[in-house]
């Protein structure tokens, strides 16, 4: 689900964004990365978990202190002085690739403080999806989160456990881990590790599904959604990310989720369109066509 931000905060996303992608560059390419007027920084996979790491550490600041988030995100406060104080909280404690994106968060224009707290946090998740992005294992992280999405979509009670913000939060990580069991790939364990630390009120399978969009929207794919009452072979599987590629005109990516209701067909869900073409939609259709 895309980020209800305003014009504005989108620029100030994209921006800032921008940024973020030339340092996941650097570190697929090799090169040294320039953050602002310092050569000599080096990015690669573990910076990059690091940078993740940071940029949701103060992520979590933000969320946790509103009267800090209000300051460090007020439009109408000279750029400098929102910077002074960012340098003044975290200065030191974060690297020099983190203090300089979280510079340019607090320098670009938000038009209101929680927008800057979205945006920290997806800046975050896509720094996070940095080492898949240049490994080339971004369709697996896809398809992790996208199935412990639907894991947690079936454990009501497994999901409110790891919600459960009177609880430790070092028992929900542990929970989480034990969950995993070992079996996800790290990109994926952290991004479902820093969710646990900050749910903030969402539906944990809801915040699976949207990282497993962002991980497609990364690859340069939209997400397809399909129920189905039988599994996909993979050569149908195949077929159909082709049919619905040409289809939409743009590269598909599919997330199939079992569903016997539907007796047979198929029902694929991409954005708000809905495509029902199971025997439980034709029947339901055909009994509100008949005469009452």
């Given at each position: 689900?895309?980020?209800?931000l305003?014009?504005?905060?989108?620029?100030a996303?994209?921006?800032?964004?921008?940024?973020?992608?030339?340092?996941?560059?650097?570190?697929?390419?090799?090169?040294?990365?320039?953050?602002g007027?310092?050569?000599?920084i080096?990015?690669?996979?573990?910076t990059?978990?690091?940078l993740?790491?940071?940029?949701?550490?103060?992520?979590?600041?933000?969320?946790?202190?509103?009267a800090v988030?209000?300051?460090?995100?007020?439009a109408t406060?000279?750029?400098?002085?929102?910077?002074?104080?960012a340098?003044?909280?975290?200065?030191?404690?974060?690297?020099?690739?983190?203090?300089?994106?979280?510079?340019?968060?607090?320098?670009?224009?938000?038009?209101?403080?929680?927008?800057?707290l979205?945006?920290?946090?997806?800046l975050?998740?896509?720094?996070?999806?940095?080492?898949?992005?240049?490994?080339?294992?971004?369709?697996?992280?896809?398809?992790?989160?996208f199935r412990?999405?639907?894991v947690?979509?079936?454990?009501?009670?497994?999901?409110?456990l790891?919600?459960?913000?009177?609880?430790?939060?070092?028992?929900?990580?542990?929970?989480l881990?034990?969950?995993?069991g070992?079996?996800?790939?790290?990109?994926?364990?952290?991004?479902?590790?820093q969710?646990v630390r900050?749910?903030?009120?969402?539906?944990?399978?809801?915040?699976?599904?949207?990282?497993a969009?962002?991980?497609?929207?990364?690859?340069?794919?939209?997400?397809?959604?399909?129920?189905?009452p039988?599994a996909?072979?993979?050569?149908?599987?195949?077929?159909l990310?082709?049919?619905?590629?040409?289809?939409?005109?743009?590269?598909?990516?599919?997330?199939?989720?079992l569903d016997?209701?539907?007796?047979?067909?198929?029902?694929?869900?991409?954005?708000g369109?809905?495509?029902?073409?199971?025997?439980?939609?034709?029947l339901?259709?055909?009994?509100r066509?008949?005469?009452s």
């Amino acid at each position: 689900m895309a980020l209800a931000l305003s014009a504005a905060s989108r620029q100030a996303l994209t921006d800032v964004g921008a940024r973020l992608d030339e340092i996941i560059d650097s570190s697929r390419s090799g090169p040294v990365a320039r953050i602002g007027e310092k050569v000599g920084i080096t990015t690669g996979p573990s910076t990059l978990a690091q940078l993740g790491d940071e940029l949701f550490a103060f992520t979590r600041l933000l969320a946790q202190q509103p009267a800090v988030r209000r300051l460090l995100g007020d439009a109408t406060a000279p750029e400098a002085s929102r910077v002074q104080l960012a340098d003044r909280l975290v200065g030191g404690q974060l690297s020099d690739t983190s203090m300089d994106l979280v510079r340019r968060l607090v320098s670009v224009r938000w038009s209101r403080s929680l927008d800057l707290l979205d945006g920290s946090e997806a800046l975050a998740r896509r720094a996070t999806l940095g080492p898949a992005e240049n490994d080339g294992t971004l369709d697996d992280v896809e398809d992790e989160l996208f199935r412990f999405g639907r894991v947690l979509d079936r454990e009501p009670r497994l999901t409110s456990l790891l919600s459960d913000r009177s609880a430790p939060e070092q028992g929900r990580v542990a929970l989480l881990d034990q969950v995993l069991g070992g079996q996800a790939s790290a990109v994926t364990a952290a991004l479902l590790q820093q969710t646990v630390r900050l749910p903030r009120g969402r539906h944990l399978d809801e915040v699976a599904e949207e990282l497993a969009d962002l991980a497609a929207t990364r690859r340069d794919r939209s997400v397809a959604r399909v129920s189905t009452p039988v599994a996909l072979t993979e050569e149908q599987e195949s077929r159909l990310t082709d049919t619905l590629s040409r289809l939409y005109g743009r590269p598909m990516s599919l997330h199939v989720e079992l569903d016997e209701s539907l007796l047979g067909g198929l029902v694929v869900r991409v954005g708000g369109e809905v495509i029902d073409g199971s025997v439980a939609g034709r029947l339901a259709a055909a009994r509100r066509a008949m005469p009452s």
